[in-house]
C-alpha cells in the first residue's frame, strides 16, 4: 500500500506564494516520476510540473518562471509556487509513478488565489 499526502494549501491574495509538499510512504521501491496537477470544477485535471528520479523537471506553459518543482529524496516533492494569479485557484494533486508502473495519487490540498 503507498500513500500519497500533500499539505501546504490554503488562502492566498494574487502576487503571493504558498508552497505544497507531498510525502510518499508504503511500500516503494524507486518513484522514477512525481509531479503536481490541478483541476477546477467543470475541467479535466492537468499537468502543473512534474520532476524524473534524474531531477529533470517540465512544466505547463502558464506557470513557468513562477512555479518550482523539486526533490529532496526518493519520496517527497515539493511545489514552490510564487506571484500566485486568481486562475491558479484549483485543488492540487500529487502524483507518483511507483516501482516501475504503478500510479498513485494523493487526495488533493485546495489552493485559492483572491483577486
Known amino acids: 500500500q503507498v500513500q500519497l499526502v500533500e499539505s501546504g494549501g490554503g488562502l492566498v491574495q494574487a502576487g503571493g506564494s504558498l508552497r505544497l509538499s507531498c510525502v510518499a510512504s508504503g511500500r516503494i521501491f524507486s518513484i522514477k516520476i512525481m509531479g503536481w496537477y490541478r483541476q477546477v470544477p467543470g475541467k479535466e485535471r492537468e499537468l502543473v510540473a512534474g520532476?524524473?528520479?534524474?531531477?529533470?523537471t517540465n512544466y505547463a506553459d502558464s506557470v513557468k518562471g513562477r512555479f518550482t518543482i523539486s526533490r529532496d529524496n526518493v519520496k517527497n516533492t515539493y511545489l514552490q509556487m510564487n506571484s500566485l494569479k486568481p486562475e491558479d485557484t484549483a485543488v492540487y494533486y500529487c502524483?507518483?509513478?511507483?516501482?516501475?508502473?504503478?500510479?498513485?495519487w494523493g487526495e488533493g490540498t485546495l489552493v485559492t488565489v483572491s483577486s
Open positions: 502524483y507518483a509513478l511507483v516501482n516501475g508502473n504503478m500510479d498513485y
Open positions: 520532476i524524473s528520479v534524474a531531477g529533470n
